[in-house]
């Protein structure tokens, strides 16, 4: 089910009602209730991966009590690697199979041995990324000792299969979202509405902004051996933008959604284009993947207290390991390989830390330093990006090598586009600008409208929230499936 | 809990109460449009039409018959209803409309092709263009035959309009008496002057011309609901004393073996005492390939020829 779809507008107020009115005084029931929801929100889709995420969890649950039950650290140990060779199991087999069986046929073949091996028509289940890696977080966290197992299985189906970020994040850690199934949620009016406003900015992010630029990435990068090198360029900004309105709208949906019910998740986007180098930018780019990868992949092996070496090579294996986890292509391993090289020199000159605070703290612009940072940070992510969205790594060559192309390099807009097309084209360029305007001024914000709340009429803030929805009725481009579900 | 389902209902009610007064202004105004796409069925609506002969079909009726040629032969009114990109049922509305408002004509020239009667399961182009006249009975009947408007649309305001910014501007506009991007009185004809474009499909893969193929053949097949549409639409002319000309305009050579459904037109034609002019193959068009654009479609030149030689098949006709 998807979030920007009609069934969605009728499952949510049903759940809502359900869970407040029906089970509002046992909590048991509750979980048990947004359970079943989010297994019919998820069946929506394909019921048949149901019984992935009901092994998946089923697996976790009995390792996590078994983690407890015993102290010798062998076994404890073998339970963890149990976990791990499950979860990564069945994202290795569902997402990566076909990938490692055509990458040996191209190395023997390359190699002067062509071999032949099979593929599979395997369907990708939704999600599957982001609840595995949640529920690795479980077992994990319960075999470090950072948190007690649960005996309440309802309470941990739930946690895993928690409807709002079940498909696309942010990736919870049990510590943070499954104390919050044990105790009982008391409806707050404030939490409500800034839930629901959240969600009204995360549909604009996604059908406003994502779904058009989605129009003119997917043409552009369709047709970029016909095109100049302006257009490209435009091609790699468009999909810069709708990536960033596609998740983090999803995100806000998803914190919105959690929010009506009474739950907070972490922030997963912190207006990561108004950063200044590439380490504020990870900071503030889908935090809790990133987060994730740091505390069970990088601080694991050492982080970067090591030696320059150990540094270099831990980057290196966060960005590559990140980059594999989008998906079964070298496209994202170099798009990560990338990310690593803009971040190592920042890392070793010791100035990851450098922008902790937002960016022109306490004033209203920018100043030309800080500018100029964001310009050169958002020029070295969208760089990145066309390999995120190229299809294979001999398209995103082509695709930068025709931004160098000089041939009628200052025609932007292609004659083949009609006028219909060069409308669209202007309207989604003044959404963009909007959508940057009004982050712009909600940086210091958890989300882009947020202080909107700090309008003092209740007219004039009323104004603002209708306005933004007739603009979304407007502008909304055609809709277009979330990228992170393919993720 | 009472707070928020208070604040709730009340936003919702603004809301409604906001996007139906903004529905029934961007509708009025499209009403009122004299923009290329809306102006057909303005002029239906309004009754401002009031012609002769009608002219009745898709593009290849919109590209290749020219009402002006008509009127000097046949010294009558003659008005071009061609949709763009329309098989038969969005065309039947765009007729039932002009027919609320307008003189009931002599005769209609309905041009029919291999699409005419296709399935409606991928919609129609441009089908906003009957957005604004949906609380129209008849419209909404054959419209939800078309499946091009959700249950959504017509149940909730504004929905129909969602995502096209380019109507609601036009539309808000046109309500407070602006005009943009009005086209001039051309009785609804737009030929194309313009011509073949060699090699356009040279460079397609083979995948890509097995996919063209299999689209032709989808978008060729004969649908019960539109044909049962035309039967009915021929039987009313036809008691309504209007002489119906179902007109198969002509094919480049290259495009012969798209041709599709002659004799069902023909049957058809017979059984409602409907005249079938088959100029598909046609001598003295088809095989000059400087009379089309495509195979498809006639030129300027081309549609001047044909429109002249289809006037003077007509004058017959209408002469006894």
């Not at chain 1, 963890?80 to 490692?100: A, H, R």
């Not at chain 1, 299809?391 to 041939?407: D, L, M, P």
């Not at chain 2, 096209?164 to 407070?176: D, H, N, Q, V, Y």
Request: net charge positive; glycine share 6%.
């Amino acid at each position: 089910m998807l979030f920007n779809s009609f069934e969605f507008v009728i499952f949510l107020p049903i759940v809502f009602i359900i869970y407040w009115f029906v089970a509002q005084n046992n909590l048991k029931l509750q979980n048990f209730f947004l359970v079943l929801a989010s297994y019919i929100f998820y069946g929506w889709w394909d019921w048949r991966f149901l019984s992935l995420i009901i092994f998946s969890s089923s697996v976790d649950y009995f390792i996590g009590l078994s983690l407890v039950r015993t102290e010798d650290q062998s076994k404890r140990k073998l339970l963890l690697l149990l976990s791990i060779f499950i979860n990564l199991g069945f994202l290795g087999f569902f997402k990566y199979y076909n990938f490692f069986v055509e990458s040996f046929i191209d190395a023997f073949t390359l190699l002067g041995e062509p071999i032949k091996a099979s593929r599979l028509n395997i369907i990708l289940p939704v999600g599957i990324s982001f609840y595995t890696f949640q529920t690795l977080s479980y077992s994990i966290d319960v075999y470090k000792r950072n948190l007690k197992p649960t005996k309440d299985a309802i309470s941990f189906f739930a946690f895993v299969s928690f409807f709002p970020q079940l498909v696309a994040g942010p990736i919870e850690r049990a510590t943070n979202l499954l104390p919050q199934f044990y105790k009982k949620r008391t409806f707050k009016y404030e939490n409500a509405i800034d839930g629901m406003k959240q969600i009204l900015w995360g549909l604009f992010k996604k059908v406003v902004i994502a779904d058009n630029c989605a129009q003119f990435a997917n043409e552009i990068f369709d047709n970029y051996a016909d095109l100049n090198g302006s257009t490209l360029i435009l091609g790699a900004i468009f999909f810069t933008f709708q990536i960033y309105g596609d998740f983090s709208g999803y995100s806000d949906i998803a914190i919105g959604t959690s929010r009506l019910f009474g739950f907070n998740l972490m922030q997963n986007f912190a207006f990561p284009y108004f950063s200044r180098d590439m380490a504020e930018f990870w900071r503030r780019w889908h935090i809790s993947l990133s987060t994730w990868f740091k505390d069970y992949v990088y601080i694991p092996l050492g982080g970067s207290r090591g030696g320059l070496w150990m540094k270099i090579r831990n980057t290196f294996i966060i960005f590559l390991v990140s980059g594999f986890w989008h998906g079964a292509n070298w496209t994202y391993i170099i798009w990560g390989a990338l990310n690593a090289c803009y971040f190592l020199p920042i890392l070793l000159s010791k100035k990851n830390r450098a922008n902790m605070n937002t960016v022109a703290h306490n004033s209203v612009f920018p100043s030309l330093k800080e500018l100029s940072q964001i310009g050169l940070t958002f020029t070295l992510t969208v760089f990145a990006w066309i390999f995120f969205r190229a299809k294979n790594v001999g398209e995103a060559f082509s695709y930068i090598k025709g931004i160098f192309s000089t041939s009628n390099f200052f025609n932007i807009i292609p004659i083949s586009w009609g006028g219909r097309l060069q409308s669209d084209f202007a309207f989604t360029l003044l959404s963009i600008l909007l959508l940057i305007v009004i982050e712009w001024f909600g940086r210091d914000t958890q989300y882009g409208i947020s202080y909107f709340s700090k309008i003092k009429s209740k007219t004039l803030r009323w104004g603002a929230y209708l306005l933004l929805i007739f603009y979304i009725v407007t502008f909304a481009g055609s809709s277009q499936d979330f990228i992170y579900f393919q993720f | 809990m009472n707070r928020f389902i208070k604040s709730f209902l009340l936003f919702s009610v603004v809301l409604v109460i906001l996007s139906t007064l903004l529905d029934k202004a961007v509708s009025s105004g499209l009403r009122k449009s004299d923009t290329k796409l809306f102006s057909n069925l303005k002029k239906a609506s309004q009754g401002s039409i009031n012609a002769d002969i009608i002219i009745n079909g898709s593009s290849k009726a919109l590209v290749q018959i020219d009402p002006f040629i008509i009127d000097s032969i046949l010294e009558l009114n003659t008005y071009n209803l061609g949709l763009d990109g329309s098989p038969f049922i969005p065309q039947l509305a765009q007729y039932e409309l002009y027919k609320l408002r307008n003189k009931k004509p002599k005769a209609i020239i309905q041009v029919v092709s291999n699409a005419t009667l296709r399935s409606m399961s991928s919609g129609f182009k441009d089908h906003v263009k009957f957005a604004p006249y949906l609380d129209i009975p008849r419209i909404k009947e054959l419209m939800k035959l078309t499946g091009s408007f959700s249950a959504l649309d017509y149940a909730l305001p504004m929905v129909r309009y969602l995502g096209k910014p380019f109507e609601i501007i036009i539309g808000l506009a046109s309500f407070c008496n602006i005009q943009l991007l009005a086209e001039e009185e051309r009785k609804g004809y737009y030929p194309k002057d313009k011509y073949w474009l060699e090699g356009v499909s040279k460079n397609k893969s083979i995948k890509e011309l097995a996919l063209d193929a299999k689209n032709i053949k989808e978008y060729t097949v004969l649908d019960s609901t539109s044909s049962k549409n035309l039967n009915g639409f021929l039987d009313q002319c036809s008691k309504e004393g209007i002489i119906v000309f179902l007109v198969y305009p002509p094919l480049s050579d290259q495009g012969f073996h798209t041709a599709k459904h002659i004799p069902y037109y023909k049957k058809v034609a017979a059984d409602n005492n409907a005249i079938f002019l088959n100029y598909s193959k046609d001598s003295t068009i088809s095989y000059n390939k400087n009379l089309f654009y495509n195979t498809q479609h006639l030129n300027k030149n081309g549609a001047t020829i044909f429109t002249t030689k289809l006037s003077q098949d007509i004058k017959s006709y209408l002469k006894h």
